[in-house]
């Protein structure tokens, strides 16, 4: 007798407990989901319409709705030049997010396959290496004093980095992050890499000349003189011409890479600094620091076809693999213009956190991978009340009082110990 009333005890403190817990999930169904969930390009974002049936959550389906954008994804990495990189979604203009690296993040380079993103850090002498997937740093490599740019070889193996401090190239091999040979080089500052990986292009800054670097050997073949400070270096598609900002002179060189001869020089706005050649090669893009503007060129006869307005202080400019999109990072007005490459107007402006310096070819195709979170729930089990109680006895559900809210992840910048006065990206001489 005492066994049935203790049974018939059970099974009305398991129906009085199923109750609440319905009642439970009715009015508050943020307790038994979790709406954060991370989609497969590894950046973050709620779902609204998570599906919640009677209290449960459908995790197969869920799931299956994890991809919340395009994948692969075009983004563009941008150094910040008070210690992040900004990640911007080219599909709609949009901040992803901003990555912590280290101290004056300058040129910025993505590794033709996606997976990685290489950023010189000027102040502390070394470089950042993300991991597309989740936007973290992976690895940091110390390299030569104040590097500069950074260019990838076009099969990803090796990635060079000028340090002007010393008067040098470091030779990182990507697949450990190890620096596998030091090229001397007077004042390098900007660095391109042919489309066959045989030979990598240093502007001179100090020097007034043009370094070519046999990457089979890492060493100098050739000096070139091409103008007064030179900076920005881009190579054409076809690996027939390289081309030199001379920020003193106002004016880009176009060499022959056959003969590494000057065969044109090109006068643009003033000051230029970044160059970038569009992926069909029939124009060259140079951001005017001091001008305010972008020089359009047509690589066909030479020539400026078109000048485009944009923020303060231009620094690098890079084109998307489509060649419909210029991206500009504006140093002193903290944003990035983008030009549409059709009518050579700017169709949208992106504010960014602080002093965006975006130097060399930071726009890159972002493969898809595994998720790196999955969605996570206490579903409440479906229980059909029967006349019959069972024999065995049913466990208790655990019922989470609290809701665990998981939010997107706001990037938090590393404190400073005082504020820092916001720098030129660079000395500028008075143009000639």
């Known amino acids: 007798m005492k066994e049935k009333s ?16 319905l009642l439970l999930a009715d009015a508050f169904p943020a307790m038994f989901v979790t709406a954060a969930q991370v989609n497969r390009c590894g950046e973050f974002g709620h779902q609204p319409n998570d599906r919640i049936d009677g209290g449960a959550v459908k995790a197969t389906e869920a799931a299956s709705s994890l991809p919340t954008t395009p994948c692969p994804a075009l983004r563009a990495y941008i150094s910040n030049f008070f210690d992040v990189v900004t990640v911007i979604d080219t599909s709609n203009d949009t901040i992803v997010t901003t990555i912590n690296t280290g101290f ?12 990685r993103v290489y950023v010189a850090n000027n102040g502390e002498n070394t470089v950042s290496v993300i991991d597309t997937s989740n936007n973290t740093v992976v690895a940091t490599v110390a390299v030569g004093t104040s590097p500069l740019g950074v260019a990838l070889k076009p099969d990803g193996s090796r990635a060079y980095v000028t340090n002007r401090g010393n008067n040098s190239v470091s030779v990182i091999d990507t697949s450990n992050n190890t620096v596998v040979a030091t090229v001397v080089v007077p004042s390098p500052y900007g660095v391109a890499v042919n489309p066959d990986g045989t030979r990598a292009y240093v502007s001179d800054h ?4 043009f370094s070519v670097i046999d990457t089979s050997t890492n060493t100098v073949i050739a000096t070139v003189m091409v103008g007064t400070s030179p900076q920005g270096v881009a190579v054409k598609p076809d690996g027939a011409r390289a081309y ?15 003969s590494n001869t000057v065969v044109n020089t090109i006068p643009v706005g003033s000051f230029p600094d970044g160059v970038a050649v569009k992926p069909d090669g029939t124009r060259l893009y140079v951001v005017n620091n001091i001008g305010n503007t972008v020089s359009v060129i047509d690589t066909t006869n030479n020539t400026v076809v078109a000048t485009v307005p944009v923020g303060t202080a231009p620094n690098g400019v890079a084109v998307t693999p489509d060649g419909t999109r210029a991206y500009v990072a504006n140093y002193l007005d903290n944003t990035v213009s983008v030009i549409d490459t059709t009518n050579n107007t ?20 972002v493969p898809c991978g595994s998720p790196t979170a999955t969605p ?57």
């Open 6 to 21: 203790a049974s018939r005890s059970a099974f009305v403190n398991l129906h009085v407990l199923l109750l609440l817990v």
């Open 104 to 115: 004056e993040p300058f040129g910025v380079a993505v590794k033709p396959d996606g997976t």
């Open 206 to 209: 100090d020097a007034g000349t």
């Open 244 to 258: 030199v900002a001379n920020t003193g002179s106002s004016t880009v060189a176009v060499i022959d890479t056959s």
């Open 346 to 365: 700017v169709i949208d402006t992106v504010t960014l956190v602080d002093s965006p310096v975006g130097f060399g070819d930071f726009i890159g195709t």
């Open 376 to 432: 996570t729930a206490t579903p409440t089990p479906s229980v059909t009340p029967t006349s019959t109680p069972s024999a065995t006895a049913t466990p208790t559900p655990t019922v989470t009082a609290t809701a665990t809210a998981t939010a997107t992840p706001t990037p938090t910048s590393r404190p400073r110990a005082t504020p820092r006065q916001r720098p030129t990206p660079h000395p500028r001489p008075t143009p000639l």
